[in-house]
């Protein structure tokens, strides 16, 4: 540390730290909410970067943007607005597994928040690197002179900013490594400065860091490309049946019919959609693959993080399904005035001369040429058991943790953190208590609890799956479900209140004054008895989680209960019984005995 750093005068309620997608709804929510805001990032011209697929949305993707749109978030809206193809997907199933995807203009996306981000009152937006969190115990003595804040921090420029409260958002950037073969570089994207400091200023102030890996595929020319020798894949093109289409992500539209005013139309409606195309790979692809593995980072043990399962390279693909005669690649744009396509499935950190022979063994890619080659990126992050559910750090008060930087892949997942890590971050700068999101109310409620009472040893993604709950926590009624929420905290405006409200009770009442109300009428009388048995599952899930744990219950006292049980309950600590029961390594048996004894410690209190 510098022996004579600056201090910015500015003293700031909440400062956010990185400019991704977690970041940006961090920012958004506490400056909207009245706190004196501090976005810092690395470099200005990479604001709410697409770094994979420039998409947004799909199965359960789609739910946590409606959410986060629901409880006055961003990200719904500026998808809408720049949107290249819009798709519902899985419309032969049922709506509790149907889901919207838009392929996203990578470039106007990115403009778009940013001006968002310095019109914002209330919002500062600065570029430097985070190097330090500083606690004030160690605060240079002139800096600890002046009026004393929560935390500080300090910037590779050696400029220390007081705040109340710091939310971290880095992705992929702490500590960041990418390979390509065995070429390998410090970056937390290509081209990009890792943060080296940050990384190991969070371990110094007592978090505990893992290490996790991701990848992204090549950047291909558009120009070498035969899409005649691909299979078409469209959007859902307007005036479908008779209504308009396709729907859109944001609430905000839907409610100017209610009286919502201030929004004019959604502009890229009237833009032209652009067609996606199908391609696959082939036993010639997987033989050259195969026989360069030698060359794959991922194989010689180059690579130490863990990879997501959910979403792995084309070796791993190749490698663990040798069966497999093909895998799907999706040739997707990443915007208007761009030649740049993404090969949405094949992820790779093989060379670069190793992708762009097996490229060109599948249909439509005999001739391509690569603009910017795949690469595996490693990065340090922070295991999500050191968190609140309101994800403040349980250790260091005021420190809160969004994105993936919790464990998570996806920009849907990172923006649901930033929103919930940002509103809390305002809450408690106001002295009011956190916003807490159960499993039972919203997709965005099963991550954080996941995160929390799950062990994160790779990537983690939402999956319908995942949420037990998912018929009552579809896309269609995320605004049913969280409005009321996002008005509560104050993120969510009068006027989109009561046209909220008028939805509502048209709902209620049975009025069919609109397709979307029309809709959740028709949901809810088809599967009445299926949500009537999800009901029932929720009041007993309420139940759990009601049972409270007194804070500081001594587990190593219980008997009856496995070793290893006690050792997890002891480190998570969890408020509840509910969350307990999902800790992994906690079983019915030992919650069963937990419960015996927390009943012997109510009736000792009550004596």
Same mark, same amino acid.
């Given at each position: 540390m ?5 201090v910015?005068?500015?003293?700031y309620?909440v400062?956010?730290v ?5 970041g940006i ?10 706190c004196?805001?501090?976005?810092l990032t690395?470099?200005?011209?990479t604001i709410?970067?697409m ?5 947004v949305?799909g199965?359960?993707?789609?739910q946590l943007v409606?959410e986060v ?9 500026a998808t809408?607005m $720049?949107?290249l193809?819009?798709?519902?997907l899985? $419309?032969?199933?049922?709506?509790? +597994?149907?889901?919207?995807?838009a ?10 928040m #940013? ?8 919002l500062?937006?600065k570029?430097d ?7 004030p115990?160690?605060?240079?003595r002139?800096v ?10 300090? $910037?590779?420029?050696d400029?220390? %900013? ?11 950037f702490l ?8 070429k390998h570089q ?12 940050l ?11 893992g290490?996790?890996?991701t990848g992204?595929p090549?950047?291909l ?6 899409f ?11 005036c479908?049946?008779g209504?308009q289409?396709? #729907?859109m992500?944001?609430?905000?539209w839907e409610y100017?019919?209610y009286?919502?005013?201030? +929004?004019?139309?959604?502009p890229?409606i ?7 195309h199908l391609t696959?790979?082939?036993? *010639? $692809? ?7 593995l030698?060359?794959s ?9 863990v990879g ?7 070796e ?5 399904f ?8 999706f ?5 208007r005035?761009?030649?740049e396509?993404?090969a949405q ?27 910017r ?17 309101s994800l403040?750090t349980?250790?260091i008060?005021?420190?809160?943790c ?9 920009y849907e ?6 929103? +919930? ?8 700068? *106001?002295?009011?208590?956190p ?7 919203c %997709?965005i409620?099963?991550l954080?609890?996941d ?6 040893d790779e ?6 799956s995942r949420?037990e ?11 049913l479900?969280?409005t ?12 989109r ?8 009770e ?7 004054i ?8 028709f949901?809810?009388?088809k %599967?009445d008895?299926?949500i009537?048995?999800q ?15 007194p804070?500081?219950f001594e587990?190593?006292?219980?008997h009856g ?5 006690i050792?997890?309950l002891d480190?998570?600590?969890p408020?509840?019984v509910?969350?307990?029961?999902r ?25």
């Amino acid at each position: 540390m510098s022996t004579n750093p600056a201090v910015y005068p500015k003293q700031y309620d909440v400062i956010v730290v990185g400019a991704g997608h977690a970041g940006i709804e961090a920012a958004l929510a506490a400056a909207r909410m009245g706190c004196q805001t501090l976005l810092l990032t690395i470099n200005l011209d990479t604001i709410a970067f697409m770094s994979c697929n420039p998409a947004v949305g799909g199965p359960a993707k789609s739910q946590l943007v409606r959410e986060v749109d629901a409880l006055g978030g961003q990200m719904g809206i500026a998808t809408d607005m $720049t949107f290249l193809q819009m798709k519902m997907l899985n $419309t032969t199933k049922g709506p509790a +597994v149907q889901s919207l995807r838009a392929q996203s203009d990578r470039k106007e996306y990115h403009r778009l928040m #940013k001006r968002l981000l310095e019109e914002q009152e209330n919002l500062d937006l600065k570029q430097d690197m985070v190097e330090e969190i500083v606690l004030p115990d160690v605060w240079p003595r002139h800096v600890a002179a002046q009026p004393a804040p929560l935390l500080a921090i300090r $910037t590779s420029l050696d400029t220390f %900013y007081h705040t109340k409260t710091i939310v971290v958002t880095t992705g992929t950037f702490l500590n960041g490594i990418i390979h390509t073969g065995m070429k390998h570089q410090e970056a937390g994207r290509a081209g990009e400065f890792p943060a080296k400091g940050l990384s190991e200023s969070l371990k110094k102030i007592g978090l505990r860091l893992g290490r996790l890996k991701t990848g992204t595929p090549a950047r291909l020319n558009k120009r070498s490309i035969d899409f005649s020798k691909m299979t078409p894949q469209p959007g859902d093109e307007p005036c479908l049946a008779g209504r308009q289409a396709p #729907k859109m992500f944001s609430f905000i539209w839907e409610y100017q019919q209610y009286g919502l005013s201030g +929004v004019s139309g959604n502009p890229a409606i009237r833009l032209p959609m652009v067609t996606c195309h199908l391609t696959h790979t082939n036993e *010639k $692809t997987h033989e050259i693959i195969r026989a360069n593995l030698d060359r794959s980072p991922l194989f010689s043990g180059k690579i130490k993080g863990v990879g997501p399962r959910y979403c792995p390279s084309i070796e791993d693909k190749v490698t663990r399904f040798p069966d497999k005669t093909s895998h799907q690649c999706f040739i997707e744009p990443c915007g208007r005035d761009t030649n740049e396509m993404y090969a949405q499935g094949l992820n790779t950190s093989l060379p670069e001369d190793v992708q762009l022979e097996f490229l060109r063994t599948m249909n439509g890619l005999e001739n391509v040429e690569i603009l910017r080659p795949g690469y595996a990126v490693e990065y340090d992050f922070v295991p999500s058991s050191q968190l609140k559910y309101s994800l403040e750090t349980k250790n260091i008060e005021g420190l809160f943790c969004a994105g993936q930087i919790n464990g998570t892949s996806g920009y849907e997942e990172a923006a649901a953190q930033g929103i +919930v890590a940002g509103i809390n971050a305002a809450l408690k700068v *106001k002295g009011r208590e956190p916003m807490i999101l159960r499993r039972d109310e919203c %997709y965005i409620g099963t991550l954080i609890d996941d995160l929390i009472t799950k062990e994160i040893d790779e990537p983690y993604r939402m999956l319908t799956s995942r949420s037990e709950y998912r018929l009552l926590l579809r896309q269609d009624n995320a605004d049913l479900r969280l409005t009321e929420k996002g008005h509560q905290v104050g993120l969510v405006s009068s006027e989109r209140y009561q046209a909220f409200l008028k939805k509502k009770e048209a709902v209620e009442n049975g009025d069919l004054i609109s397709p979307e109300v029309e809709e959740q009428i028709f949901i809810q009388k088809k %599967y009445d008895g299926y949500i009537k048995r999800q009901l029932l599952q929720v009041e007993k899930f309420k139940r759990m989680e009601n049972h409270r744990i007194p804070e500081g219950f001594e587990y190593q006292d219980l008997h009856g209960i496995s070793k290893e049980a006690i050792a997890k309950l002891d480190y998570h600590r969890p408020p509840s019984v509910g969350q307990a029961s999902r800790i992994a390594g906690v079983s019915p048996a030992d919650i069963g005995v937990l419960l015996v004894y927390l009943e012997a410690h109510r009736r000792t209190m009550v004596r």
